[in-house]
């Protein structure tokens, strides 16, 4: 007999890690343009063929493009990609071999045991290259796809579920707070 504990599993994990954050990414008031390229931003740096890298891309990425994309945005559809980041390593790399005209890297155990055990020919490092390749290539037409893709949506979703108009909420303020400003000034 299994015991099942309340409020574990999938969907309130998921609702803690993506639903909320998104709630609250939709009702602080960045733009449907932003959320859109941000998020497309986020999941074509998440796709990146070597694991553990595209946190660190997503940093850079943010750092350079300052204001233009919504950091949080492109956090949480990076977080979203992994599981396509896995999937997509293989595609990547057939998809850089055919570009180079290369052998094909045979995918067998006897291949990942050499990996593991730190004994990584040419071959492995010629693979990583050709993954590499096949992303550069296809990541400019992802990017362009999602961002296209998640427009409508985000106009949606921001429409939806901000509060208040396009332009950023005036707060009201009590008098005692104007005064208090007025008096630290």
Do not use: Y
């Not at 007999?1 to 803690?16: A, D, E, F, K, V």
């Not at 990146?48 to 660190?56: E, K, Y």
């Not at 020919?121 to 796809?145: R, Y």
């Amino acid at each position: 007999m299994t015991m099942r504990i309340p409020g574990s599993g999938l969907m309130p994990w998921l609702h803690g890690k993506v639903v909320d954050p998104l709630l609250q990414i939709l009702r602080r008031g960045a733009e449907p343009k932003q959320l859109a390229f941000s998020s497309a931003l986020g999941i074509t740096l998440g796709v990146f063929p070597i694991c553990g890298v595209t946190v660190f891309l997503c940093g850079v990425a943010i750092a350079l493009l300052g204001s233009r994309c919504h950091s949080p945005s492109v956090m949480l559809f990076n977080f979203l990609a992994t599981p396509l980041e896995l999937s997509l390593v293989v595609p990547f790399l057939r998809f850089g071999e055919f570009i180079l005209g290369g052998p094909h890297f045979p995918l067998t155990t006897d291949a990942l045991k050499k990996v593991l055990m730190g004994q990584a020919s040419h071959e492995v490092l010629l693979s990583i290259c050709h993954a590499l390749l096949g992303w550069l290539v296809a990541a400019p037409f992802i990017f362009a796809f999602l961002c296209l893709l998640s427009l409508p949506c985000f106009n949606l979703l921001v429409s939806k579920f901000r509060s208040g108009s396009l332009s950023p909420k005036k707060t009201t303020r009590s008098p005692r707070d104007v005064s208090i400003k007025v008096r630290d000034v």
